[in-house]
C-alpha cells in the first residue's frame, strides 16, 4: 500500500493509530464499497448535525455490506477488520441515537 502524498509528512506512530490506520484500510477497499467514501465524507464533516447524517448513513452503508459479504460467502477479513475500526470511530465522533 502506497502512502497518499496528503499523509507523507506524518510522524511514525501516525499509522498506528486507529482513526487513521482505519481510513487507510478503508481507502484500499475503495471499488464498489459506497461505505468508504460515506465513511470519508463523515470525518471530513465539521457540522454536527451534518455529522451525524453522514456517521447514520455510513452505518447503513457498512450494514448493507457486511449483508452482502454474508451472502456471497466473501472472506475479507481485512475489510472487516476496516470497517469494525471505523464503526468504533464512528461512535465517538457521533454515537447513534443522540
Given at each position: 500500500?502506497?502512502?497518499?502524498?496528503?499523509?507523507?509528512?506524518?510522524?511514525?506512530?501516525?499509522?498506528?493509530?486507529?482513526?487513521?490506520?482505519?481510513?487507510?484500510?478503508?481507502?484500499?477497499?475503495?471499488?464498489?464499497?459506497?461505505?468508504?467514501?460515506?465513511?470519508?465524507?463523515?470525518?471530513?464533516?465539521?457540522?454536527?448535525?451534518?455529522l451525524r447524517e453522514r456517521?447514520?448513513?455510513?452505518?447503513?452503508?457498512?450494514?448493507?455490506?457486511?449483508?452482502?459479504?454474508?451472502?456471497?460467502?466473501?472472506?475479507?477479513?481485512?475489510?472487516?477488520?476496516?470497517?469494525?475500526?471505523?464503526?468504533?470511530?464512528?461512535?465517538v465522533l457521533s454515537p447513534?441515537?443522540?
Amino acid at each position: 500500500m502506497t502512502k497518499l502524498s496528503c499523509f507523507q509528512n506524518k510522524p511514525a506512530d501516525f499509522w498506528k493509530k486507529p482513526l487513521y490506520r482505519s481510513t487507510i484500510l478503508a481507502m484500499s477497499y475503495g471499488e464498489n464499497k459506497d461505505w468508504v467514501a460515506l465513511y470519508q465524507a463523515a470525518l471530513l464533516e465539521l457540522d454536527p448535525k451534518k455529522l451525524r447524517e453522514r456517521a447514520d448513513e455510513t452505518r447503513k452503508a457498512m450494514l448493507a455490506r457486511m449483508h452482502e459479504l454474508e451472502a456471497e460467502a466473501e472472506e475479507s477479513p481485512g475489510e472487516r477488520q476496516a470497517m469494525e475500526e471505523a464503526l468504533r470511530n464512528l461512535r465517538v465522533l457521533s454515537p447513534p441515537g443522540k
